[in-house]
Nanobody, 120 residues
Framework: VQLQASGGGLVQPGGSLRLSCAASGSIFSIDDMGWDRQAPGKQRELVAAITSGGTTNYADSVKGRFTISRDNAKNTVYLQMNSLKPEDTAVYYC???????????????WGQGTQVTVSS
């Protein structure tokens, strides 16, 4: 199983970016999906998560600015980031709880990370 993240880059304060993360491989089902981030010198933190049924959860620092969504047919999770601030600068990692073919349980998988830099 692989999670391939894309969509990061450099954006000015107040701008927008959309991150995507597609899961591929011998996937039977996907439970929760989400995004974490890690800024230089800081601990990794949860940004947003979404259940298979579409229930969402956000860090207080991004509520009202970020929107997480998923396309179950494409095994893909998205993060729409609006009104970006310099403090949003970090490496963003996607994650998913995936049950692979032949397994009974869901296990955590992580993407490779994509850099988001908010600067003028």
């Amino acid at each position: 199983v692989q999670l391939q993240a894309s969509g990061g880059g450099l954006v000015q304060p107040g701008g927008s970016l959309r991150l995507s993360c597609a899961a591929s491989g011998s996937i039977f089902s996907i439970d929760d999906m989400g995004w974490d981030r890690q800024a230089p010198g800081k601990q990794r933190e949860l940004v947003a998560a979404i259940t298979s049924g579409g229930t969402t959860n956000y860090a207080d620092s991004v509520k009202g600015r970020f929107t997480i969504s998923r396309d179950n047919a494409k095994n893909t999770v998205y993060l729409q980031m609006n009104s970006l601030k310099p403090e949003d600068t970090a490496v963003y990692y996607c994650n998913a709880k995936i049950q692979t073919i032949g397994k009974w349980a869901h296990y955590d998988y992580w993407g490779q990370g994509t850099q988001v830099t908010v600067s003028s």
